[in-house]
């Protein structure tokens, strides 16, 4: 898979899980909890992916520096949404209206990262390189995929004491 085709999926992915959150209210904690655990994962690994290996593969280049720069930015703010929406409760008002800014703060960046960023990076990068980066970055993605899950073993092994 090229770096485009890849990037796009995780978007997609993305999409899809704030799709299923979208209905759920205060009182479907679980499934809330849930679903959140896994979009922050998502989000996680994507955003690393990219700040790891897309962004500096095209942050040099004029063409695509400034929105480059720009996405880290917007990586930024998502990552102090979910922070802030870890620390409050499932079941409040407030968690439901940080999450819809999450969303649209997503919605924004990924639409910018498609319509735009994409599109430049295309006049910076060969054909070889977008291959190759999809590569890296499908395994970096593999790895990170399974540090989660062994935290995850360990967490649960140890509330199993
Ligand atoms: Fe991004
Ligand atoms: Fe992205």
């Given amino acids: 898979m090229n770096a485009f085709q890849l990037l796009k999926e995780d978007h997609q992915k993305v999409s899809g899980i704030f799709q299923q959150l979208e209905p759920t209210t205060e009182r479907a904690e679980k499934t809330r909890t849930e679903l959140f655990d896994k979009l922050r994962e998502e989000l996680e690994i994507h955003t690393k992916i990219e700040e790891s290996i897309f962004y500096p593969s095209i942050k040099q280049a004029a063409e695509t ?3 480059v720069l720009e996405g880290f930015e917007e990586h930024h703010v998502v990552k102090m949404l979910l922070k802030e929406l870890e ?3 499932v079941d409040t008002e407030q968690w439901t209206a940080k999450l819809k800014v999450l ?9 910018e990262e498609e319509n735009e960023m994409f599109q430049k990076a295309r006049q910076v990068l060969s054909e070889d390189e977008i291959e190759r980066l999809g590569a890296r970055m499908e395994e970096m993605k593999q790895e990170l995929k399974t ?4 935290d995850r073993l360990k967490k649960s ?5």
Avoid at 103 to 111: A, G, I, K, Y
Avoid at 147 to 150: L, Q
Avoid at 157 to 161: M, N, R
């Fill in 65 to 67: 520096r400034e929105i």
């Fill in 147 to 150: 540090d989660k899950m062994e």
């Fill in 157 to 161: 092994a140890k509330s199993l004491g």
């Fill in 87 to 89: 620390s409050i409760p």
């Fill in 103 to 111: 969303q649209e703060n997503v919605e924004h960046h990924v639409e």
